[in-house]
């Protein structure tokens, strides 16, 4: 039961922002947005999350539509390390169905 | 602090022999999760774990994968015996409270010939 959908990949050249889209039209008001994102042969990572408000930190921003239903996560300048597959999660904040489940994200290639 | 440590990275066993995955947890994390990751399911939640107690097995495929936590510092993962469809990547992540950040390992990289 996919909560996500995400394009399966794209691309971007180095040193341009990257944005990657997601769909999640049945979020509820009490789930969040997660992002983690997992480079070839290494285990996931955490890059962001955010409820309503757009966030940003030192790996990226996320931007998330008034109605809640998109949001996209955007890798201001992105580099050949950022080649990665990122996956997009909708989550509650707290309880047991708040397990992270990963659909099959979208694959982003950074080329130089 | 080191982060959640897996071991061993990679392992290759035969079929029917037994294996077992260890993780520790990230120093003051309650909640441990185990993962598998392939190419036909992607990474799916196999069991977790919260204050070394299981509280959800249902992702665990079958008798032959057992877990255990025996504190706040250790799990195993086993599987008794392997079959060559257990060949996969297998993860473990904690976090601080359900619902709150994961952080994985960096996997083990099982074969089973």
């Known amino acids: 039961d996919a909560k996500t959908t995400q394009p399966p990949s794209m691309d971007c050249a180095e040193g341009r922002a990257a944005n990657l889209p997601c769909n999640h039209s049945t979020i509820s008001g009490n789930e969040y947005v997660y992002w983690y994102r997992q480079i070839h042969s290494q285990g996931p990572q955490y890059i962001i999350h955010?409820?309503?408000n757009n966030e940003t930190n030192e790996m990226a921003s996320l931007i998330i539509t008034e109605d809640r239903k998109s949001s996209t996560l955007i890798l201001p300048h992105a580099t050949l390390r950022d080649t990665a597959v990122y996956y997009c999660i909708v989550r509650p904040g707290t309880g047991a169905n708040s397990k992270l489940t990963f659909g099959k994200g979208i694959t982003l290639s950074v080329r130089p | 602090d080191a982060g959640v440590i897996q071991s061993p990275r990679h392992e290759v066993t035969e079929m029917g022999q037994e294996v077992t995955l260890r993780c520790k947890p990230i120093s003051g994390h309650d909640y441990l999760f185990w993962y598998r990751q392939t190419m036909m399911r992607g990474l799916e939640l196999l069991i977790y774990?919260?204050?070394?107690?299981?509280?959800?097995d249902s992702g665990m495929p079958e008798d032959r994968f057992s877990a255990k936590m025996p504190n706040a510092s250790f799990s195993t993962l086993k599987i008794q015996p392997s079959e060559p469809r257990d060949s996969a990547v297998y993860f473990c992540?904690?976090?601080?409270?359900?619902?709150?950040?994961?952080?994985f390992g960096p996997g083990t990289r099982l074969l089973v010939l």
């Open positions: 992540a904690s976090s601080n409270m359900m619902g709150e950040t994961q952080y």
């Open positions: 774990f919260n204050n070394n107690v299981p509280i959800d």
């Open positions: 955010g409820l309503k």
